[in-house]
C-alpha cells in the first residue's frame, strides 16, 4: 500500500508550532520577576519624614434667623401693582387686537413690500386679485384673505390696486387699526 501525503497540512502544522513557540517564547521574555526598582522606590517614600497634618478650618457660626410673617406680603400671591391697575389696557378700550387663535394664511408669511400686485381675475362673478411673491409663487386672493406681516386683511379689491386694513402695535399692550393698499406693477 501506498502512504498518502498531504503537504498543505503538514506546512499549516508547521506554521501553527511555529506560532506558538514564538507565543510562548514572549511570555517566558515578559516575565521579568526583577522588582529592584520598585523595591527601591517603595523603600524610598517610607523613608521621608511625615509632615504634619493641616488642621482643619475654623466653622463660622451663624445666627439664626426667625421668620416673622406679620405684615409681609404673601410669596404665593401674584404681585399687585397699583400703578397697572389704573392703567387701562388699549386693546380693551377699542377692542382692536390681532386674534391669536386664527389659522395664519401662506402670504402672512411674507412682509408686504416682498409682495406685488400683478393682476386680477373675475371667476363666478367675483374679482380676485393675484399677488406675486418674492419666492415667485402667484397667488389668488379674494375680500377678507390676510397677507403680510402686520395681520393684514383685503377690504376691498378693484382692477389697478387692493385695500388692506393692518392692525400694528401702538403702545406696549395696544394694538391700532392702519390702512394701506397694493397698487398694480406689471
Not at 12 to 34: H, M, P, W, Y
Not at 80 to 90: C, N, R, S
Request: glycine content about 8%; hydrophobic content about 35%; charged content about 25%.
Amino acid at each position: 500500500m501506498g502512504k498518502l501525503t498531504f503537504p498543505g497540512l503538514v506546512s499549516s502544522l508547521s506554521r501553527r508550532r511555529q506560532l506558538i513557540v514564538l507565543f510562548v517564547a514572549t511570555i517566558v521574555g515578559c516575565s521579568n520577576e526583577d522588582y529592584s526598582d520598585l523595591n527601591h522606590y517603595i523603600s524610598a517614600v517610607k523613608l521621608r519624614p511625615k509632615g504634619p497634618i493641616e488642621a482643619l478650618p475654623e466653622i463660622k457660626v451663624i445666627e439664626p434667623f426667625i421668620f416673622k410673617p406679620e405684615g409681609l406680603r404673601d410669596p404665593f400671591k401674584p404681585l399687585e401693582l397699583p400703578e397697572q391697575a389704573d392703567i387701562p389696557d388699549g386693546s380693551k378700550i377699542n377692542g382692536i387686537k390681532p386674534d391669536p387663535t386664527r389659522r395664519k394664511e401662506e402670504l402672512e408669511a411674507f412682509p408686504l413690500d416682498g409682495l406685488r400686485m400683478v393682476g386680477t381675475v373675475v371667476m363666478k362673478s367675483s374679482l380676485w386679485g393675484l399677488i406675486k411673491a418674492s419666492d415667485g409663487t402667484i397667488h389668488r386672493v379674494q375680500v377678507g384673505n390676510y397677507m403680510g406681516k402686520n395681520h393684514g386683511k383685503i377690504i376691498r379689491i378693484v382692477t389697478d390696486k387692493i385695500e388692506l386694513m393692518e392692525i400694528i402695535p401702538d403702545k406696549p399692550g395696544t394694538w391700532r387699526e392702519q390702512q394701506t393698499s397694493l397698487a398694480l406693477t406689471e
